[in-house]
């Protein structure tokens, strides 16, 4: 979907929403608040805010736009659903009363309906999350406890595991590190809630490399990210690299270092 597109829908969802008698509030969050970032792959995180009947909007979704190409509505949470369109956009919304958003929290989002003490519900619910924090040394000790681990698991036959254990946790562990050992704790690319959203616009060189070591088989992703950690370490904080750590995977391993 077109940033063209992406404001249609926007726009053509609040005018049905202006429509419900029902209706108290409409919320847009993420890149449908923050339309500058939006692109052919942004969904649509929406907040639907009424007074009486939610249950009623979250099974009859006729107020979204383009309703009649909805391919897909399954409920994830409580108030909230996930939403395909034949055409493969998304929607992640909710439907809520006022007294249910009060127990929400939210960061980024725009107030596109207000008959009444929305915007101020929504200011009072927002949060400023803090910048990433923590252990740079912590994060490679136990990035490298988790390849030795993921590999352990993939000769063994868990393939899946290992998979997870390689690709997943082990690199969370070390874009953290990467992240505070370059300094970049509070830089405006990074997304708090999810620490491996747009890494590519923050640390391009290592993403590159951990991207390419991704698309490897578990053993050899390992093996990679260990360099990537290893050479990133030794050039931004030498402290924090766990030699001796290091060696032991490789000997354990049989891996030539």
Known sequence: MNKDSFAAFSSETLRRVQELPDAVGLIFLGSAADTARADDWSDHDLWLIVDENAERYRTDLSWLAQADQIALAVRETEHGLKVVYTHGHVVELAVATMADVATFAATQYAVALDRGGVADLMARIQVTPAPLSGDAQRDLSLM??????????????????????????????????????????????????????????????????????????????????????????????????????????????????
């Open 144 to 257: 490298i406890s988790l390849l030795l681990i993921g590999v352990g698991r993939e000769r063994r036959g868990e393939r899946v595991a290992a998979g997870s254990h390689v690709r997943e946790y082990a690199v969370r562990h070390l874009l953290r590190a990467l992240i505070l050992m370059a300094g970049l704790e509070g830089d405006r690319h990074l997304d708090p809630l999810d620490l491996v959203r747009r890494v590519e616009q923050v640390l391009p060189h290592e993403a590159a490399q951990i991207a390419q070591a991704q698309a490897q088989p578990v053993e050899e992703c390992a093996r990679q990210l260990l360099g990537v950690a290893e050479a990133a370490a030794l050039r931004l904080r030498p402290a924090a690299w766990s030699a001796p750590a290091a060696e032991a995977v490789g000997l354990r391993l049989g891996w030539e270092r």
